[in-house]
Every structure is written in C-alpha cells, then in structure tokens.
C-alpha cells in the first residue's frame, strides 16, 4: 500500500518557475488564469480548465503574467516503480488543447477526478487516505489506457529504417545498463562488426559514440536540474564510474561535471506560492475555486476508467492508395413480412410500411395465403342486379394503399393450400387476378412475385410437388406473362445441395424465375455449450451460405436470381437473451456483404406479427423484425439505415471497416464485429472484455475544413430492450412511458468541426457489436 510520500497534491500559484527536471510524473490543471510552460520540445499555453501532463524526465519551465490557480499532482519515481514498472517505457501524451476526438471525455474524468481529489484532501476525514488511493488509482488507469505512448528517442531521427530504428529503440530504453555493441548485435542476431558498419553507415556516427551521447544528453540534464551527487548522476545514466564519466563529458563540453554545473545552474528563485490544506479553505478566493471545481464535479464524464478490459487496435488508411481500387456500393430491396394482406388495413402497419420505405427503402409486401386466408371474404348471396358488397373489398383497400406509395406483393403460395381444395383454389386465384387487373392494371401486377414453398421436411413426392408447381406458374403466366414466379429452395448448408424431395425443382423442363432460400445462423447454434466452437464457425455463415448456394445451382445450369425471404444473425434463445443480445454490426456487415449476391432480403415488419404467426408468445428465431411492439425502432432497422447512408463508392474495407468516398467527401463505418454465444450478453464482466478502443489515422485527406457527424449506434445508443426494462412496472406502463423509450432508443449524434493538413487521427471506443458511423464533409469556403 502506497505512503503518502509517494505523492503530493496542492493548490499552487505560479509567476516563475526555473527550469527543473521532473522526477516522477507530474499533472497540472489550472483552475483560472493563464500560464505557459515551456518544455525541452515546445511551449504549452494553458487557460481556464486546461490539463497537462509532464513525464518523467522532462525538462520544464513556467511563467505566468496573471494570477492563476493551478492543482497540481505529483506521483514519485518510487510509486511507479512499484505499481507501473514499464513506465520508464513509455509517456504519457496529454495536453487537453490536442486531445484527439474519442479523447475528450477521458480528460473530462481526469479533470473530476482532479478536483475530486483536491477536496478530499482538504477535508481530511477519516477516510480521505483511501479516497485518495482511488482517485490516483482511477487517474492512472485512464492515462495508461488512453494516453499512452512508447517513449522513443526514434522520434528526433524520424527514421525510416525499420533495423536502425530498432537498434535505437533497444539503446534508449537500455542505456542505464551496461550494454555493449556486442551485446545489442547478439540481440539482433547479427554479427557486431556488421551492426559497426551499418549503424555507422545509416546514423553517420560510430555505435559506441552514438551510446555515449545518449548517456551524456541525460547525465547533462540531471547535473542542470537536479542536486544529485556527480558520482550518482554517472551510475545512474550509464557509465561505469564517475571518473570515466568526467573523462568523456570532458572531451565533449570541455569541462569537468562540477565546473559545467557552476557556470550553467541558474540561481533566479523560483516564485511560487503553494497553499497548504490548513490554509487553503481560509483563502479569500476559495468560495471562486469551489466554484470552478463544481463545474469540473458537474461534467458529464463516462466512467472509463471501469472498461479496463477492452481489446486496443490501430487502424491506420492512406486514401491516396485506394484512388483506383473503388468499389460499388450495392444497396438491396426490401421485402417486409406482414402476414396476411388484410394487415396492411392496419394503422399502424400502414404507418410502418410509410417509414420503412422512407428511411430505408421498401420494395415488395411479403404475404402468405392470399386465396385462402381472411383478406378475401366469402361472397355473400344477394337478390341485387349488382352486388354492393364484394369479397374483395378488403384487399382493394390494401393494394391500392400499396400501389399507391410504389410497393409491390411478394406472395407466398404453400402446397398445402392449393391442395386443401386444389379446384377451387385455382378457381379463386384466377378470379383475384383478373379482378386485380381490372382495378390496379397490368404494369403493378407485372411488379409482383409469387414464390412456391413447401419446406424441407415433407412427405409429398417429388412428382407431386412439381405437378402442382408447373399447375399454378402455368396459371399465373397465363393471365399475366411478365410476372415472377419462383420456387423456394431448402438448402443445406451442410451437405450443399437440396434435399433430394425438391431435386425436381433442378429439372430442365421445370421453369423457374427466381429462387427464394433461407439462411439463419442460429440454427447450427447449440445454445446450451458456453464452449461450442460454432459460435466461431457461424461467423461468415449467411454469407458462405449464399455463396454455396449459388455455386450449386450455377453447377446444375440454374442461375436465376436469388431472394433472401428469411434470415437472422445470432440471436438469444430466450426473451432475456435476445433483449440483451446486441446485434448492430452484424445485422449491418451481413446485409453489407449478402446484398451483391441477392435481389431482395426480407424481414418480419414488426414483432407482434412475427409472433403471431406462429400462435405464441416465444421468441422466433428464424428471421428478424424491424419494429418491436408500439412502433419501436429495432436495431435492425437502424442497421439497414446506415447501410442505405452510405454514399458514392468504398475505397477501403476490412473486416470491421469501410470508408466510402463521394461527392461531399467521405464515410467510415467502424464496427466491433463479435460473434460469440449471446448468454455472455447478460454478463456485463464478460462484455467488457469484447469492447474494442481504435485508434484511427487517415493521411492523405484533401486539407482544408471539415465538418464530422458521429453517429454511435450501440446497447446504449439505438437498442430499445434495456430502457424498456428499465422503465417498467408489474403495475403496467402508460402511453407516456412508451413514447419516452420510442422517442430516446435513437443512435446518438454529434458534430464536430475540424481542420485537416492531409491526416487526421482519433479514438473511437467501441461496446460489443456496436456502429460508430462518421460523415466526413468537405466545407466550401
């Protein structure tokens, strides 16, 4: 447990601040005022709520011309030796003025936890020590997540050469030891008079000389800044002994360690005022710091301190390389399941479809038992000449609400339908289409798709199948030539091919428009193993699927297009899973990817009806909605919106990334692709290790000003299940209640405007399968 030696906390005010070099790790916020401090690298201007971090080792200065309040924390050489050894490795880069977007709510918890810290340390009660311990605690952790960086003397050489810049990695990091040429070439696995004559070939300087410099820029800081004795300074940086360390800084500054310190220390005093915790409080201007330490209380941080066990990635896109290497966007239609057509007589189902098709596109109604179901009454016997009712009425009322708004049918027509009374159903359907050609006309009609189904477990026989096939795509051209008529296909992902009942539909003489199939990743799921492998199997799933799928039917002489009528990514197997299951990027990636191969995919429009088909309150696993209950947005349709934003053409992609480029300039989507058994969504310690941090570099960017749209779509940001849980009652929800979660399950946005010269560079932090979705415009100015 660490003492109270290994740190320091205060209130100071500074004018002047002679060189000193920092011995441990030192963070400074001003609380008001203004001050600069000056580095052995550059100056840093700091104002009101400014935060910087000086690293051990550094060379700094201060000067101010105005009062200022600046807390200043300081953690000694010994305690990060003891809690973080490899920070002699690294630094830490943060300075709150140049924090790279995704940085800035990490500086926001710092700058609370800073002021956080402050005041338990003046207030002193009985548990402030362990308060204290806990804020330095969750202080380093962020910097050590967020902040920071290997600490490279390569920086000052801007080398190319990846040998040479390994070579001075090894130095810099190791020239407090006794290294030697010999050693450094052994570690390299090359011989020592080799590495003699390339070092020197590559750096213009001898290896041993250039070691030798290294030592003494160090030792040179440390007889300047520090009071350490000169035969301390000398074991410390490296030399063997304090007489062979005056030999050589001798040759090279010609004079001794002892008479260069006494010409060179300065003596001006430092003018600084530290306020101790007995006087702090008293101070006039206390109630005006409190103040300004409420407003850092008050900031709206995120506890990342917390998500110390996410996955670091760097990702890093040259847009000059992809110039010629554009890709075409494919955008796929949609087909929406709604059940029967008399749904569409719905309010809500109409106003459902409106959306759909206005945010992502809609282009076909999925329905099922047209002759056969409720939308098409029985004709009811009347003396009149000509009937006032008729039994068609209701699906009237449905097509031309769909033709209206440019939606076509895509029908589903079961075997067992047709069979239930084979005569007359084709009776039936012939009367529904010649009274759908007088009403709507031919050109809509020529629009739809009719779709024979019969699943892949059936006892009917392959002849029997065919028979009736042929029987209604005979029928239906007959009446009208133009429209679609295709037949489902059970395939199996497993043995690639069709079940051998439906080999007819392979059969040359069987003509056939298109092909419906399905592909669902749960159903080579066992959601009972935590360690079944097939979580990892079912990765690219919907994907190979398809390509399996099209690779047999183009073997036997069958390439139709294809229709995805029914799909799903991996789902929970229980309402509690399925809710807590996030599943943004993979319903995005999917649809990404399977829209080149396909004409359509479908959905279930909405929850209930999904439900419904099947006559019960479980949770339908094979194929996905876009709604939830009351009109709610489910992640699938916020997936399928971003999809339909992306604009012009992609000239880079990857697993878990694309960027697009258009007329306003560009789009990148990030995505934390994870497949893994959906029970480890109800465990928040197991989620955190699935997050991802990325840090993102995009060089070669017109420069110029740019205005960026981040749109987060995440569990927290887009997914309707935790605020419905959050906000219910056994005692029931009201009309305002459901409004407030339909309302704020919405992706978050925010805007920023930046200035490019080529590269731009920041930090997205991704939760489990989340989006992170960046417009990256172009200003005109």
Partial sequence: MFQETDYSISLQEFQLLNPKLNQGLQIMMLINGELTVETNSRFYTLEEKDLLVINQNQLYQIESNNKNKVVVVTLSNEYMDKYYPAYKDYRFECFSKEIDMGRVHLVKSIRKLLAEMLISNYRRDESYKVEMQSYLSKILLILIRGFKQKALSTEKHNLDNPRITQVITYIEEN???AITLEDTAKKFYISASYLSRYFKQEMDIGFNRYLTKIRLNHAVKDLLY?????????????????????????ETYNDTPKIYREKHQKSVTDVVKIHSHEDTLELKQSRDILKKLQIFLNEDVIDSFENT??????????????????????????????????????EDVRSQLLMTKKYLGLDYVSVSRLIYGSTITPAVETDEDVATTSPYYNADFALAFLQKHGISLFISVDYQEITENEQQYFKELEGVLKHCLNVNGRSFLQSWKFMFYEPATTVVSEAEMSRVYLKLYQTIKRLIPKTNVGVFFPFSYRDEKANKKHEWILEKNVPIDFFGYETNQNEIIDFENLEDERFALAENYIIEKTGKFKNYIRKNHKEKPLHLVSWNTLTGNTRYTNGTFFRGALVFKSALEVAKEVESIGFWINTELHENRVKNRGISMEGMELYHYFSGKRPAFFALQFLRRLQGEIIVKG??????ENEWGYQLVLMNYTNVNPYYSTEETLLKKLNKDIHVTISNLEPGEYQIRKHIFDKEHGALYNQWRNLNSKYGIDEEVIQYIVETSQPSLEIFDKSFDKEWSFYSYLTFNAIHFFEIRKIIT
Avoid at 317 to 344: A, F, R
């Fill in 226 to 250: 520090t009071s350490h004795p000169i035969g301390q300074i000398a074991i410390d940086n490296g030399f063997p002994s304090a007489k062979s360390f005056t030999t050589l800084f001798k």
């Fill in 655 to 660: 697993n878990e990334y694309v960027m697009t």
């Fill in 309 to 346: 066990e996410w996955r670091s990635e760097e990702l890093i896109i040259d847009v000059s390389l992809y110039k010629n290497q554009k890709e075409e966007i494919v955008t796929p239609n949609h087909s929406l399941s709604i059940g029967e057509l008399k749904e569409v007589l719905r």
């Fill in 175 to 177: 020239f407090r030891e």
